[in-house]
């Protein structure tokens, strides 16, 4: 509800406008009874030609003007939904950005889209209670006012009436909260599990899994649309109470007004506008009904939305940090300077240290120890590596992500132009292509019928396994970081791409530090350094050569144990 105040907080003058619009509407629908009702008493009753004229005309002038009165009422609304539309979806992206490598680890691909489509979507919908329903409330009073002046009994049936109405439909309301949670975890899950088979459907056809996964989705999918039967049900019996009981309560005020005008107690002009007021009051009764079914649904939406914005990054900045509403870390007044040049990472926990200035490989045993080990470079985990003897830990976090590049093999590649893809603007030709010269990209670029301006959908499926690594090569050096972690950035190309890219990546790094995880020893042999890491710590330091001669470990985990290959 927090979260759904807020979005009416944003834009004060806006939701103030369509409450008076939607006020002066619902207040308006209730003035044609009464202008009906003189006409009937003041002209047909008593054979006044002119005062039925004058009363016509005025019916005619109330009709267009509440016609105005909706129309911009409809367009506020409009405004004020879309506003918060686009408001949540910015907290949400700047969000996403700010909590960065922990996302995937927290929360599922497809929670976060069915959160950034639907749910945002549904507490839109909610802020109509500020204009209509705002209304409804007001409409409501000034009709029972205006019916206390005919009679008080009549006044008092509709006094009681709308809050029985409430109390039948609110147990409906209670258990569509409930079934509509349920529904909302489950189709963001089925999501994911869609979103992974996509992802995956090559390598599940390659391995004859395709299948096996479709029979499980199906099955997934049943039980989401058993749920979504319940949800339906619960939605259904709303939808009927919400027409079907304003009707039955309508029915029985006009029926009482009839006796009442049967006995003399009420004219035949009362009577018609009684009619006209109670079945003016179904638009506000209808539009708070309605609108509580939309404060449930949005309810359920903002709470998700919630519990995603209250995930939090892993504490990587030191006892210091604090979250939300942390000092931001450029003004933390206890970060420490971060060296003013170059300078030495170093991780106690394999005891790696990396050579400013210097192209330092890692050849590692196990891949899940080569990843751990690029986090702690990177400061993407809380860990004891140090910046030129400074804490990593105790930097201020901007400084580190703008001087420390972690480039991971698979990493994202967002839809856009290939331009967009490789982070360069329209003046950075030449350092992109300085970058994918080194990434041996220049060929990708060719092939595309507009080059850098070829759009790429998302992932860039278009293009082979090797293309897009190295396109993501060529993206983290146009980027020219002082520290560059490459994470096994060869893997799928052929050897003699993998010996032309190791051959300019030093050439292209030279003097910066570049720190090559891999198991290549065509990357390896470019290297000023070579690290064995086994068994999470470095057991033999050295040229790639040398290692080859003296460690047989090494000889074995970079010749893939095959004499032949090291011969």
Known sequence: MRYLWWLVRCQPWRVLRGSLIGTAWMIGLSARPYLIARAVDDGLRERDTQALALWVAAIVVAGVALSYLGIMRHRTMTFIREDAKARS?????????????????????????????????????????????????????????????????????????????????????????????????????????????????????????????????????????????????????????????PGLFLAAVVWLTARMAVTGDVTIGELVAVYGYVATLIVPVWFLLEGSHQLIRGRVAARRIADLLNVTPDDVGGPGRRWPGAVPEARRPDALAAPVGPADLHDPVTGLTVRAGQLTGVAADDPAAAVALADRLGRYVASEVTWAGVPLREVALDEVRARILVADHDSYLFAGTLRDILGAGADDDERISAALRTASAQDVVDALPAGLDTPIDARARTLSGGQRQRLRLARALSSEPEVLILVDPTSAVDAHTEARIAERLRAARAGRTTVVIATSPLLLGRADLVALLSAGRITATGSHADLLDDDPAYRYLVARGSEEAYR
């Open 89 to 245: 979806a910015e907290v949400l992206l700047r969000h996403l950005s700010r909590i960065g490598a922990v996302l995937p680890r927290r929360v599922g691909a497809g929670e976060v889209s069915t959160i950034g489509g639907s749910d945002i979507d549904w507490t839109a919908q909610v802020l109509t209670l500020t204009g209509p329903g705002v209304g409804a409330v007001v409409a409501y009073g000034v009709i029972a006012v205006v019916l206390w002046s005919i009679s008080p009994m009549l006044a008092l049936c509709v006094l009681v009436g709308v809050p029985v109405v409430g109390l039948i439909v609110g147990p409906l309301l209670r258990r569509l909260e409930q079934v509509e949670s349920v529904y909302r975890k489950q189709q963001g899950a089925l999501t994911a599990r869609s979103g992974d088979i996509v992802a995956g459907l090559r390598v599940l056809a390659g391995v004859g899994g395709r299948d096996l996964f479709a029979r499980r989705y199906a099955s997934r999918s049943q039980e989401l649309r058993a749920e979504g039967y319940r949800v339906g049900a619960v939605n259904s019996w709303i939808d009927a109470a919400t027409v079907a009981i």
